[in-house]
């Protein structure tokens, strides 16, 4: 997929025109870069401020094309950039983003104060952590890497080699390739942060992460940081990172400053209500808002903001829904009240807790959730005929469609791929009355998956997983 980047890449670079020469001459380095293909050409260029500067003279770029431009650095260092899936964070992440610019502020602050640091921002799910590090990594077009569990994006090994490839395009460090034991453990980074702020000394070098709490802690092979972060970093050199409020914590000497998303209630819920205030221009959500008791637009922003407990994932959610007429009959207050109870009235209204139960539904679904890749309708279908389950495809596609709102949809040469879309879900799906009352357990769910995977690796017609 490098080339594809490349090619999407350079056509967005040549739709652009500036008259301004500083401009203009970063547009040909980085067309240049793109027709050698390669960074090993291209040694001693800082991509890195050649996209900045595009980015910055034109406002108009889609997220989409910002996106593209993001991912020059790592397919510049021939790695496949789709496979950290940036594109596709940017654009789902940052759309209808609204405000937070309380926590913008808070980062900028922490940039002014210290030499260099972690500034971990923590928050419960569904308060749009990602979203918010994905729309300062569109803004700023930093060094950026997002751990993502449904993706399979968990392990120290891809963390090191999507951030030192990027480190290298970026500063024009003079590596023509990741050397081989670039990801055995945080020594080769550290070297590159080092050689970074001697590259561009004087200009910060800021590198986003987010989700720590979806790393894979037993696939950090010799590190004993999470993600093999550095304990010491160079200063000028900071990390914005974000994470559950679970007691994952850092070993380091460098500031570790705490940015909590729950000491601004009144902040949040500014704008989730600025939010919920875009929606009901909606012509569905007009309608909607016209056959309530109180049928004005401040009445369902405040009552819905009430309901979702502040919480963008349930609107994420529920918006849609009363756009697609889920709830045309009902009034507002009869909706669930908060996320956790959304997903136990969504359970209930699919027919999850129907007697007898409907275990071949309550199986496909456990298997996305524990698998730790996207996978197809046909991998889904294999895995169950493997155990010995009497099931059709057609069944398992339609299961797929029932619950598409609360999964990602790739595009792949095996068809359509699927993975839950956010953690949250695969926490409710885990909650220990949930599993008794779906009659199923984590345990089993998981050896439904490894006894196949076992069988393909040593070919007995079962199958693996795409890396």
Known sequence: MTDAVLVRANEVLSALYSDDPEVQRALQVLGDA?????ISGSTGVAVGRNIRQVVNNFPNLTTEQVALLLELRSA??????EKYKMAWILEDKTKDFTGREHVFQAIDSFLANHSSGYLIMEGEPGLGKSAILAEYVRRTNCIAHFNVRGQGIV??????EHICAQLIADRGLP??????????????LEKLLREAMKAQPGEPLIIAVDALDEADLEAQGSCSNLLCLPPVLPEGVYFIMTKRPNGIDLVAQAPQVPLDLMNFPAENRNDVERYLGRCAERPQVQTWIERQKEPTTAAFVRDLADLSENNFMYLRFVVPEIETGHYRDQRIEELPFGLENYYRDHWKRMGMQDKPLPKLKIRIVYILSEVRQPVSMRMIYDILVYNGFEVDPIEVQDVLTEWRQFLDQQP???GTRWSVYHASFRDFLNRQEIIQAAGVTIQGINELIADYLWAGLFGD???????
């Open 34 to 38: 793109i027709k050698v293909g390669n």
């Open 76 to 81: 510049l260092m021939g790695l496949d950039a």
């Open 155 to 160: 392990r120290a090994s891809q963390f090191l």
């Open 175 to 188: 590596y023509p390739a990741l050397p081989t034991d670039a990801t055995q453990d945080g020594a080769f």
């Open 412 to 414: 792949a040469s095996d």
């Open 461 to 467: 017609q079962g199958g693996v997983l795409a890396s």
